[in-house]
């Protein structure tokens, strides 16, 4: 079930009590915050007024369990990112959109009679939910496999030791990814993107902190991350050269459909690699684990500012708040997909 709610920022209420750390992921003007029960994207309008859309989070028992198998739980994750990340970007956009028409279009909107089957469907939900997962899937395999036509074509006929092979690969894919994410950063929509990003970051890391989440104390914070989705791209890139070399290959389709089978292996041992790195962060020695990723996020986040950081604590205040809601009313899955919050009340 779907909420939208209208809250002005300075109406926000602000908690102290401390609760589990919290993911999130930037959307264009805005950020999503996802809580042990329920998923927040706040979005800043043309009148500086911030929306927020709630989505109480509902998982089947079998996807639940699911998440709990080393491995497979990584594959189920990212997926269900891309599907959730899809519906609260398109939430983003529409509101981007809405806050573009004039106002007396806005006036022939609203005296529109309102259809029966307007608003989030069903349909349009699960619509929404394939195509982010369809995206993710063909962007990962195209990922996956330009770089080795590329390396076949440049590379084939001059050694025939695989593993270097599979080395040079690794690293014209490497390149591709840097590239690709200089080359978007460039422009206008993306840096802002990014910002948001960066902004989201600040905001865990002050929260892990301890800190008071006002503006002046977030920006205190480094713009880098350990449990990023940058670092996962970046880890997925190293480990699936070394799973690749694991299993040999004679020649090019061979070696296709090979990256193909294994992708789902690369994607769970990189969650899992990724998992184990953020823990030991604080180890002595064993924290440059994962530098890699927190490199990367060089190009992925960019320094936000005051107003965006503003945006993502009311995301992540507002997440907190409802979770804190359900906990107190006696939390079950049922409960939540019946709908028990009541976004305009808290």
Known sequence: MYYINHIKYEKVNWLSQETPSYG??????????GGKHINVTAVRRKNQEITFLEVPKSD???????????????????????????????YSAESYAEDELEPEDIEKEEAKPKKKDEGWSLGMIFGVAVMGILSFLFGKLIFTLVPVFVEDFLFKNVFDNYVLHNLIEGGIKMILLLVYL?????????????????????VISAFEAGEELTVQNVQKYSRLHYRCGSSFMMLTIILGVIIYSVVPWDNLWERVIQRIILLPVVIGVSFEVLKGTNAVREVPGLKYLGYPGLWLQLLTTKEPKDDQVEVSIASFNRMRELDAAIEARGYSEASVSGGILDPAKG
Do not use: C
């Open 60 to 90: 089947k028992s079998w996807v639940t369990k699911l998440r709990k198998i080393p491995l497979l739980r990584g594959l189920v994750s990212i997926i269900d990112a891309s599907a959730k990340g899809s519906k609260h970007l398109n």
């Open 182 to 202: 200089w080359a978007i950063s460039q422009t206008p929509v993306i840096k802002r993107l990014f910002q948001y990003h960066g902004a989201e970051h600040k």
């Open 24 to 33: 999130g992921q930037a959307v264009i003007e805005g950020v999503m915050f």
